[in-house]
């Protein structure tokens, strides 16, 4: 495997990319989400692309504008279409022999996505998309509050202690009733995100690590019988795990194959 960092324009801004180059026609691109650098936490995209670089696709992650190596104002994920398309066309310039493009993007990465329509790729990988408004936190919504305490209630230790008296009934009582709160209706971001994949033709996965608040948050407001959900048990949110590690690797190298066997 070849490693190579590589710079490319956007918007009169440079912007700075890894490329792990292999022989594949299909191509992995990665989108990071918040402001998380293209190595990723504990470098687990770094990681994540010597692997599918390892079983022959080309793979390109890259920091967007004002996040890490790359210059410019960072203005978010709803900002950040011009620099996914600049980082496609780097890809397809740096790998001439590409012919399609899976994209992955995890939190408000795979929002972007979302909200791009795909910008042309030919499939879409979206993991824990974020769905949460404004100031919202997924960790506090009452989706995830609700996934929170149906797996203490399955837990012995967390039952032992609630009936030995070292849990604050107060605080308690209060999260349970944030949990009954309805879960909003499909507008706002949601709603965006729907509108912005209803018209993307090709394949999409989406991805949930079941630890992870935000892909919890994100199971509660979206429609939990959509057939393309794949749940990871015992998965947090960058896939640290090494069980998740490897569910992760399977789940980008199956989306790479079905596009590559698509190719006509």
């Not at 299909?26 to 936490?41: F, H, K, Q, W």
């Not at 996965?205 to 630890?211: D, G, K, S, T």
């Not at 935000?214 to 429609?223: D, E, K, P, S, Y």
């Not at 190298?253 to 698509?262: N, P, V």
Request: with cysteine.
């Amino acid at each position: 495997m070849t490693r190579r960092p590589i710079l490319f324009p956007c918007a009169e801004q440079r912007l700075a990319g890894t490329l792990d180059l292999a022989d594949g026609t299909t191509a992995l691109l990665i989108v990071s989400g918040g402001n998380e650098t293209r190595a990723g936490a504990w470098d687990g995209q770094a990681a994540l692309a010597a692997r599918i670089a390892e079983a022959g696709y080309p793979v390109l992650r890259f920091d967007r504008r004002g996040v890490g190596d790359s210059e410019g104002a960072n203005g978010g994920f709803r900002t950040s279409g011009p620099d996914i398309k600049a980082a496609l066309q780097a890809l397809r310039r740096q790998c001439p022999q590409v012919v399609r493009i899976v994209a992955f993007g995890n939190c408000d990465g795979a929002a972007a996505l979302m909200l791009t329509r795909g910008l042309g790729c030919d499939a879409l990988v979206l993991s824990n998309p974020w769905t949460s408004e404004g100031g919202e936190e997924a960790a506090h919504s009452p989706e995830a509050t609700r996934a929170h305490y149906r797996g203490r209630l399955t837990d012995p230790a967390a039952i032992r202690r609630l009936l030995s008296g070292k849990v604050r009934l107060g605080g308690l009582v209060r999260s349970l009733i944030a949990a009954l709160r309805p879960a909003p209706a499909v507008r706002g971001l949601v709603g965006e995100l729907a509108t912005g994949i209803a018209t993307f033709h090709g394949p999409i996965r989406f991805l949930v690590a079941e630890r992870d608040r935000t892909g919890q948050t994100f199971l509660g407001r979206w429609n939990k019988a959509d057939p393309r959900i794949h749940r990871c048990p015992g998965a947090s949110h960058s896939y640290v795990e090494p069980h998740a590690q490897d569910w992760l690797v399977a789940q980008i190298l199956e989306a790479l194959r079905e596009t590559g066997r698509s190719t006509g």
